[in-house]
């Protein structure tokens, strides 16, 4: 497992924009893929975006497709997510995850696929 931590968190109006980043905080280690979920209060974790080590394919959820850009080096452990047009329903917590795993379709949308977590980063989006 490899140390997560994240940052760029904040308070923000509806239609604003965040950068979130997330890096290691000790060693590294070989990931195959890395992600950001999100939890908001009374809610379960749900997938946002995630990013291929292998060939940098990235992938979003519907929500936040057209909204929101995953970017960085996995290889570095080493993400970020630019969230743009930011929604009142947007307000969560947002988790950095990292997984040296495999599997089938959609499979990196899964909460249990992943092994490293951060402790997550607080945003909120006032209307």
């Known amino acids: 497992q490899v140390q997560l931590v994240e940052s760029g968190g904040g308070l923000v109006q509806a239609a604003g924009s965040l950068r979130l980043s997330c890096a290691p905080s000790?060693?590294?280690?070989?990931?195959?893929?890395m992600a950001w979920f999100r939890q908001a209060p009374g809610e379960g974790r749900e997938f946002v975006a995630g990013?291929?080590?292998?060939?940098?394919?990235?992938y979003y959820s519907d929500s936040v497709k057209g909204r929101f850009t995953i970017s960085g080096v996995p290889a570095k452990n080493t993400i970020y997510l630019q969230m743009s047009n930011l929604k009142p329903e947007d307000t969560a917590v947002y988790y950095c995850?990292?997984?040296?795993?495999?599997?089938?379709?959609?499979?990196?949308?899964?909460?249990?696929?992943?092994?490293?977590w951060g402790q997550g980063t607080q945003v909120t989006v006032s209307s």
């Open positions: 000790g060693r590294t280690f070989s990931t195959s893929y």
């Open positions: 995850a990292a997984t040296r795993g495999s599997g089938g379709s959609s499979w990196y949308t899964y909460r249990s696929s992943y092994d490293s």
């Open positions: 990013i291929r080590r292998e060939t940098g394919n990235t």
